[in-house]
C-alpha cells in the first residue's frame, strides 16, 4: 500500500503523525479535512519533507482513518456541534451551510444537520434574525424616528448574514411590542 523502503522510516513516520494529530486534536476540535491540512503543512514547512508527496498523503490518511474508527474525529459530530453553536450566535441556516462546505464536510452530514434543525424549529431563519437584530442593534432595536432612514441598510446588514428577502422583510417590519415578545420567546 505505501511503498516506503525501510519499514523502521514507516513506522517512525506514522507515530509522528499520530503525535502531530493526538497534540492538534487536544487544542481544538477540528474536522478531517482540517487535520489533513494541517498536517500536511506541517510536514511540508519540516528540513526532512518528503520527495514524494503520495506517500505522505496515503500515511496521513491512513492515520486519519485509524483516528476515525477510534472515534477521536467524527465529520458528523464536527457539524452538529458547529450548527449548535451558530443557531445559538444568530447565523443563517444558509451561512452554516457555507461555512460547513468550507470546512471539507460531506453534503450527507450537512443535509441531516440542517435538516434536524429545521425539524426542531420550522422557523430557525426568523428567529436567528431577531438574535442578529438584537446583537446588532438594528431593524426592530431602533428608535421609530430612525427606522425608515435605516431601513435598506439594516435590510442589506441581514442579506450578508445569510436571511433571504421575506424573513428580512418579515423581522424589519415587527412592531416594537412584537419584537420585545420574541425576544422573550428566545
Do not use: W
Not at 18 to 23: E, G, I, L, N, V
Not at 42 to 63: C, G, M, Q, R
Not at 133 to 146: A, F, T, V
Amino acid at each position: 500500500m505505501i511503498p516506503i523502503k525501510n519499514k523502521k522510516d514507516l513506522k517512525a513516520t506514522i507515530d509522528e503523525i499520530r503525535k502531530f494529530s493526538f497534540s492538534y486534536l487536544q487544542k481544538y476540535s477540528p474536522s478531517k479535512q482540517q487535520l489533513r491540512t494541517y498536517l500536511l503543512k506541517k510536514y511540508f514547512k519540516s528540513p526532512a519533507s518528503f520527495t514524494n508527496k503520495t506517500e505522505l498523503l496515503n500515511l496521513i490518511d491512513f492515520v486519519i482513518s485509524d483516528l476515525e474508527k477510534n472515534h477521536m474525529i467524527s465529520d458528523k459530530f464536527y457539524s452538529d456541534s458547529k450548527a449548535r453553536n451558530f443557531i445559538k450566535r444568530g447565523y443563517s441556516l444558509s451561512k452554516i451551510r457555507n461555512y460547513l462546505i468550507n470546512k471539507g464536510i460531506k453534503k450527507d452530514y450537512i443535509n441531516s444537520t440542517i435538516s434536524k434543525i429545521e425539524s426542531n424549529n420550522s422557523e430557525q431563519d426568523f428567529f436567528s434574525a431577531i438574535k442578529l437584530c438584537k446583537k446588532k442593534r438594528i431593524g426592530p432595536c431602533r428608535d421609530e424616528n430612525n427606522r425608515m432612514l435605516f431601513y435598506k441598510k439594516d435590510i442589506s446588514i441581514l442579506a450578508r448574514s445569510g436571511f433571504d428577502y421575506e424573513t428580512s422583510k418579515k423581522v424589519m417590519d415587527l412592531q416594537k411590542k412584537d419584537y420585545e415578545k420574541f425576544l422573550r420567546l428566545l
